[in-house]
């Protein structure tokens, strides 16, 4: 017990600068666009499993599909446009260039060059499709 208290004095007197900063957690709803609209429009559903959706805020979707990864300082992901003809082939692995990142707004660039900027919803900005009664 001695032992865990002094590790613990000793882990918790250590500078702040000298932990790296966490990224923002992303999984979740991002509504896509230059403000935020967590009412309608597009967004991406980022998974914990490492599977993204592109989807139209409430209540349609998802339009595309792929794989994503966040390696810091980029977003790395897969592209596959509905109905997935090419679902079962490997896809070119694109990223974007993360240039601000908050726990509510992510600001990057993709492979092009064109600015893509993500602001964080509530879960239950995606709603189930009309006649669906739940997800």
Same mark, same amino acid.
């Given at each position: 017990?001695?032992?865990?208290?002094?590790?613990?004095?000793v882990? &918790? %007197?250590?500078?702040?600068? #000298?932990?790296?900063?966490? $990224?923002?957690?992303? @999984?979740?709803?991002?509504? +896509?666009?230059?403000?935020?609209?967590?009412?309608?429009?597009?967004?991406?559903?980022? &998974? %914990?499993?490492?599977y993204? #959706?592109?989807?139209?805020? $409430?209540?349609?979707? @998802?339009?595309?599909?792929? +794989?994503w990864?966040?390696?810091?300082?980029?977003?790395?992901y897969?592209?596959?446009?509905?109905?997935?003809?090419?679902?079962?082939?490997?896809?070119?692995?694109?990223?974007?260039?993360?240039?601000?990142?908050?726990?509510?707004?992510?600001?990057?660039?993709?492979?092009?060059?064109?600015?893509?900027?993500?602001?964080?919803c509530?879960?239950?900005?995606?709603?189930?499709a009309?006649?669906?009664?739940?997800?």
């Amino acid at each position: 017990m001695r032992n865990l208290t002094l590790l613990l004095t000793v882990a &918790l %007197a250590l500078p702040a600068q #000298a932990a790296a900063p966490e $990224p923002a957690y992303m @999984p979740g709803v991002w509504s +896509l666009g230059e403000t935020k609209n967590c009412e309608s429009g597009p967004a991406w559903v980022f &998974l %914990a499993d490492g599977y993204y #959706a592109e989807v139209t805020l $409430p209540d349609k979707g @998802p339009s595309a599909t792929g +794989l994503w990864k966040d390696e810091g300082n980029a977003i790395a992901y897969t592209h596959s446009h509905m109905p997935f003809p090419d679902m079962m082939m490997a896809n070119e692995l694109k990223r974007l260039t993360v240039e601000e990142r908050t726990p509510d707004r992510l600001t990057t660039r993709n492979y092009r060059g064109v600015a893509r900027i993500f602001h964080r919803c509530p879960v239950n900005a995606v709603k189930a499709a009309v006649g669906q009664a739940e997800h």
